[in-house]
């Protein structure tokens, strides 16, 4: 018999293709077939079970009677398969009535089928393209339309309005940073954002804390968001990492003032570069890495200092004014571990998450409420949370001192 290699090489690649096509479309034809048969074996399983006889057995103990069945269209992996799902009658009064355990009542596709729907959804599917995308998986007849994913995402809401009750009492963070973060996704058309609290436990691994829509940072929105999280058991950690958002600060002092703070150092690299002109700012940006980036706090001020003194000197004191203000928070850091700086110096921890899921909202200019924009974004940070890494020296976490209730941090300049 010809080998397949040699079969190709006599026969044209038109028809090749077609007979792979031919080849395909039989083995689809198969494995649905195959499903068909297990399924509806497992269905009449279930009622040789519930009747307590097979098909042509009689039992003394009558629970009803088989009464035929009725066509259903089920859609799973392969494709839409047909089924003719089996009916009982007659059921004694006081009997719980049949249902099947595998095919739920009103069942259209497998569950399998829906999560798949949902990942699509989570990984930059939009609404306009759901229908004709997975007909190309499950074929063109599935029961599919614009309005199905809306229907399957209501699952996303009950899972966020769950997590935004989470209990944090059994968790000890260690550090916490907070953000909020602005998506041009047509979150509706008030001026709104998402508040992001990420915390590092004591073993070292990342959690999503908070994921609520706010307005404007405000020191109110973001004094609801850490005191809701407070009565949820969420401790008062060892440090914040924060961008310069006053609002932010503020709701910290009053919820969290035990704590350090860190201001996030490259947000404070761009307010300094932004006050000089662009042909200063490439020597000035350096300079102020060299800075964060120091071995330690007393080398960092000198460095500070005299980057300030060569703004001033040229004419810069707007640019040397940002600098000498709130540098005291940029330097906290420097108080913890030397192989945790890199993770508290800045807000990349949420920066970084949200590029992704950027990526993801932009096909989604469609959303009319916050809440709406705020499902999905927390779908879409607990997939991408699985990816997070542990801190580096993560060994380290649980020795860093947690403040004590009661006594406050030394005040840091505003």
Request: with cysteine; aromatic share 8%; charged share 25%.
């Amino acid at each position: 018999m010809a080998s397949r290699k040699q079969w190709r090489a006599v026969v044209k690649p038109a028809d090749v293709e077609t007979a792979d096509a031919v080849i395909q479309d039989a083995l689809e034809v198969l494995v649905r077939q195959g499903a068909r048969r297990m399924l509806m074996l497992a269905l009449n399983e279930e009622v040789d079970s519930y009747l307590g006889r097979g098909r042509y057995q009689r039992t003394d103990g009558f629970r009803g009677y088989r009464n035929g069945t009725t066509p259903r269209s089920l859609t799973v992996g392969s494709g839409r398969i047909e089924l003719a799902v089996p009916r009982v009658r007659d059921v004694p009064e006081g009997q719980e009535p049949f249902q099947s355990k595998i095919l739920g009542k009103y069942q259209r596709r497998s569950d399998t089928v829906d999560q798949t729907f949902l990942n699509l959804f989570v990984e930059g599917l939009a609404t306009r393209d759901f229908e004709p995308t997975p007909r190309l998986l499950v074929g063109q007849d599935a029961p599919l339309s614009a309005s199905t994913i809306s229907r399957l995402t209501a699952q996303f809401r009950k899972e966020y309005e769950a997590f935004d009750r989470q209990d944090w009492s059994g968790t000890r963070f260690v550090y916490i940073w907070a953000d909020g973060v602005y998506l041009k996704a047509g979150l509706g058309t008030e001026k709104a954002c998402l508040m992001v609290l990420i915390g590092a436990a004591a073993a070292g691994n990342k959690h999503l804390i908070a994921l609520r829509e706010g307005y404007r940072e405000s020191a109110e929105s973001w004094g609801d968001l850490i005191r809701d999280c407070r009565k949820r058991g969420l401790n008062q950690p060892a440090c914040w990492i924060a961008d310069g958002a006053l609002g932010l600060w503020a709701a910290i002092d009053e919820q969290s003032p035990n704590s350090a703070q860190q201001r996030c150092t490259n947000h404070k690299t761009m307010n300094v570069v932004d006050k000089l002109p662009r042909n200063e700012r490439p020597e000035a940006i350096q300079r102020l890495r060299a800075i964060w980036q120091a071995e330690d706090e007393q080398t960092a001020r000198k460095l500070a200092a005299a980057l300030t003194h060569d703004f001033r000197t040229g004419g810069y004191d707007r640019a040397a004014d940002c600098l000498e203000n709130d540098l005291d928070r940029c330097l906290t850091f420097f108080r913890f571990p030397q192989a945790h700086w890199s993770h508290l110096r800045t807000s990349n921890p949420i920066e970084s998450v949200f590029a992704s899921v950027r990526l993801r909202t932009h096909a989604a200019k469609r959303f009319k409420k916050t809440r709406s924009g705020a499902c999905l974004v927390y779908q879409v940070m607990v997939h991408l949370s699985r990816n997070w890494r542990r801190l580096k020296s993560a060994h380290l976490c649980p020795t860093v001192p947690l403040p004590e209730v009661g006594k406050k941090r030394a005040k840091q300049s505003a």
